[in-house]
């Protein structure tokens, strides 16, 4: 009996052996292989496939908690996991379609890679002649797995597929396979570019997502400063991004893939093309320039923007003292055409050629490592200084008090050809110098993209933007209709022209204000004496063009030295550091931006408004006027708890630049919105006075 007993669980032994010997043969799993802090299986979709199929296989793993594997790009530090196939000849393998990444943080150090249960799909493709019964699939697979430490690990996986006339699914591992094309990122079909310039990544996608990102992953390697801040805006229907380059960037790829996440997590798979290998869409032409193409169809939007916002520039306060001068010249010659076209053609030569001399200096600037920007020159006081004794001395001729050979006012006076076209050309060049402190609707995109290309292009940029400027009084001088509408010349023209002098006054004042702000009240005092001295030396200069003494003269020269000297050492009394400023800022509804300050209410998730600005920019100080120190605004701020932060631009400051170029903008205002589970978000240019208000109560309800 005892011995029957044996001999039937030997048996029965010896079939489990037999059942638990063949599973392995034809399974839809590896099994499971233990390493340090992470085990590992190669499972299968289908337990049968058929000559010809495409089928998934899954490397699934699960580490311990605390512990990570890699993205393809790991970041500062880490490997991605490689898998090596050993296949049947002619069996097709797809690459490892990654799921979307999170950040590991471990400063000063940022990783990307997984956490958690990994599943890494691949694609394994059979030959159609396929002959075999039976499918066997082995890897070697290579990883790292890390938490304070890091543990690299390889292991060998072999499964073995049923080869039929149908298809089976593995049913037990449906929900596995389900799970690993959840965690994918979408794949979009939005069109993306990206650029390396002024040592940054900057992308931009063409349309929105379905829902804004809040993080980017950029799959190349050493393309990107992983630790570096990331910049989101949403801006016009279209997404900005901007990161630093990493330290060991050599090459930018033709293509690259940017896996942006929202805030639920998802993922979106966008394929960014270098921009100056955009392709052309269909029906346009490319344009070729030094270090690249450009689609036609953006260049010229860029040129439209560009030309646009110089049109608009002619209505800021800051330009039109002196387009003033040019609409007198107009009108007093209203009846010689040839005269007007003449003059309008000089005028718009002054006005572009100026605009392009501006733009070679500050790319020469730039590429020198110099942090500056549009306005740059309002930046020097001396430069400011040098402005104000200007509009004083064209003021005082408008006035009477002395004429500057009547070339560069051409007040509907009878001059010679030379002269005309002098004075044209001229009052151009100085509408360009007075119109540098105003930043025009459209403007800011337009320069922010103009500085982030090749020479050439920007150059076209800047020249677009002056061809805009001059645009209506080539209109006036071509269209006979609109010369029709300017009044006859007459006796009104010497009234007029002496109240055009007070808007050059009110002109001078501004920037004498701006001078003090940049140098203090004693340096103000020696402008002043200045323009006192100024002002006599050119009352004696009208003295001398009257017949006066010989010593008028000498005695004009000696002040017009005088007023030079004061300006030169009051240029030279900086103020150290905004004295008191920070103490009356206190008292303000802002407070002083700075990087770490913005970072630090940042991470205590609160809504930020950044305002950057300059004492030269008249924009800025309109829009802050109207729109950001009203009782209504402050009220807004207030409700919804917002911190106002206030970058100060107006001497140079290669924080703020830096700032500037991360929204690819040259030059302000720039106003920033941060609002906590929303991308950082720009405003207009131009603000309302519920502008704040309308906002603030928009992204609340979102």
């Not at 070339?407 to 119109?435: C, D, E, I, P």
Request: glycine residues 8%.
């Amino acid at each position: 009996m005892i011995l029957f007993r044996s001999t039937l669980l030997l048996s029965a032994f010896f079939v489990l052996s037999s059942i638990l010997a063949s599973f392995p043969a034809q399974a839809s799993s590896s099994g499971w292989q233990q390493a340090k802090h992470i085990r590992a299986e190669l499972v299968s979709e289908y337990s049968t496939v058929v000559p010809g199929q495409t089928f998934a296989v899954v490397l699934h793993f699960e580490p311990d908690p605390g512990w990570h594997t890699y993205w393809q790009n790991p970041g500062d530090s880490g490997l991605p996991t490689i898998i090596s196939w050993q296949l049947p000849d002619a069996m097709q393998t797809g690459d490892i379609q990654w799921p979307t990444p999170e950040a590991f943080v471990i400063p000063p150090l940022v990783n990307y890679g997984f956490a958690g249960k990994t599943l890494l799909l691949s694609d394994l493709t059979l030959p159609a002649d396929y002959a075999q019964d039976t499918l066997t699939i082995k890897a070697d697979v290579d990883w790292l797995v890390c938490e304070e430490v890091c543990i690299p690990a390889d292991a060998s996986f072999e499964l073995t597929l049923a080869v039929g006339s149908q298809t089976e699914l593995a049913e037990s591992q449906q929900s596995l396979f389900s799970a690993a094309r959840a965690a994918l990122p979408i794949v979009t079909d939005i069109v993306g570019d990206y650029a390396i310039s002024g040592g940054a990544f900057s992308a931009q996608l063409s349309a929105a997502l379905p829902q804004p990102p809040v993080a980017f992953f950029v799959a190349g390697g050493e393309l990107v400063d992983h630790a570096a801040s990331q910049q989101i805006v949403t801006q016009n229907g279209s997404v900005l991004l901007q990161q630093a380059l990493n330290t060991y960037f050599t090459e930018a790829p033709a293509t690259v893939e940017i896996v942006l996440v929202d805030a639920a997590g998802q993922g979106y798979s966008v394929s960014f093309q270098q921009r100056k290998q955009d392709a052309v869409p269909s029906g346009s032409t490319e344009i070729q320039v030094t270090g690249g193409t450009l689609s036609n169809n953006r260049f010229w939007l860029i040129l439209l923007m560009a030309g646009g916002g110089g049109l608009i520039l002619n209505l800021m306060p800051c330009v039109f003292p002196v387009l003033s001068l040019k609409a007198l010249s107009i009108a007093g010659n209203s009846q010689q055409r040839q005269q007007q076209r003449r003059d309008a053609l000089f005028y718009t030569a002054g006005v572009v050629l100026s605009f392009v001399f501006l733009a070679g200096l500050l790319i020469a600037l730039r590429a020198a490592g110099n942090a500056i920007g549009w306005g740059f020159q309002l930046q020097s006081p001396l430069l400011v200084g040098l402005l104000v004794y200007l509009l004083l001395a064209l003021g005082l001729s408008l006035s009477g008090v002395v004429q500057f050979g009547l070339g560069m006012m051409n007040a509907g006076g009878h001059l010679t050809t030379r002269g005309g076209a002098k004075g044209s050309f001229f009052t151009g060049v100085l509408a360009v110098v007075v119109a540098s402190p105003c930043t025009a609707p459209f403007m800011g995109t337009a320069l922010g993209y103009a500085v982030t290309q090749s020479p050439q292009v920007a150059l076209l940029v800047f020249a677009a933007l002056g061809l805009g400027m001059a645009l209506p009084f080539l209109l006036l001088a071509y269209i006979p209709a609109l010369a029709r509408l300017l009044p006859k010349p007459g006796a009104w023209m010497e009234a007029l022209k002496q109240l055009l002098a007070w808007p050059l006054y009110l002109s001078a004042v501004w920037l004498l204000w701006v001078f003090g702000r940049q140098t203090g009240i004693d340096a103000m005092a020696l402008l002043l004496l200045g323009m006192v001295a100024l002002a006599a030396a050119l009352w004696l200069w009208g003295r001398v063009q009257l017949g006066a003494a010989w010593f008028n003269k000498v005695a004009a020269l000696g002040l017009f030295l005088l007023a030079l000297v004061t300006l030169w050492q009051g240029a030279k009394l900086q103020v150290a550091a905004n004295n008191g400023q920070q103490a009356v800022s206190q008292a303000q509804h802002w407070q002083n931006w700075s990087p770490d300050k913005l970072a630090e209410l940042r991470q205590q998730d609160k809504p930020v408004l950044v305002n950057m600005t300059a004492d030269w920019c008249i924009t800025c100080l309109v829009n802050e006027r109207v729109a950001l120190n009203t009782e209504r605004s402050k009220a807004a701020l207030r409700d919804y708890n917002v911190s106002y932060l206030k970058g100060d631009w107006t001497l140079r400051d290669s924080d703020i630049t830096a700032y500037l170029q991360q929204y690819q903008r040259d030059g302000v205002p720039l106003y920033v919105l941060y609002w906590p589970g929303q991308p950082p978000q720009v405003l207009p240019q131009i603000l309302t006075p519920d502008t704040l208000r309308q906002t603030f109560d928009s992204l609340s309800q979102q």
